[in-house]
């Protein structure tokens, strides 16, 4: 499984972006979709998930209300619109996708097989 992320860059505080991550190769083996950032000096954090046939969301508490994780199955794509960005919302993100059947959603990074190359985002004042 390949990941290609895009979508990141500078917003003003209170502006939205949308992230993207297409999947290639084995796409029938994914499980659950996730989203993770990343600053320097620390661990990489949960941000969203989505179970990829169901369509079930798991979102970290900070970001409820303010990101939406969606994916198109056909398009092999998932998306993290983010809106009401902040400054602490900047970081690297990652897309990543678990290969592991649960019945829970993935949410530590650990749990994820594959990973996009990341984009930054940058949220000034």
């Known amino acids: 499984v390949q990941l290609q992320a895009s979508g990141g860059g500078l917003v003003q505080a209170g502006g939205s972006l949308t992230l993207s991550c297409v999947a290639s190769?084995?796409?029938?083996?994914?499980?659950?979709f996730g989203w993770f950032r990343q600053v320097p000096g620390k661990e990489r954090e949960f941000v969203a998930a989505?179970?990829?046939?169901?369509?079930?969301?798991e979102m970290e508490d900070s970001v409820k209300g303010r990101f939406t994780i969606s994916r198109d199955i056909d398009k092999k794509t998932v998306s993290l619109q983010m809106n009401s960005l902040k400054l602490e919302d900047t970081a690297v993100y990652y897309c990543?996708?678990?290969?592991?059947?649960?019945?829970?959603?993935?949410?530590?990074?650990?749990?994820?097989?594959?990973w996009g190359q990341g984009t930054q985002v940058t949220v000034s004042s």
């Open positions: 190769g084995r796409t029938l083996m994914i499980f659950d």
């Open positions: 990543a996708a678990d290969l592991f059947r649960a019945a829970e959603i993935a949410t530590s990074p650990h749990m994820y097989d594959y």
């Open positions: 989505i179970r990829w046939t169901k369509g079930i969301v």
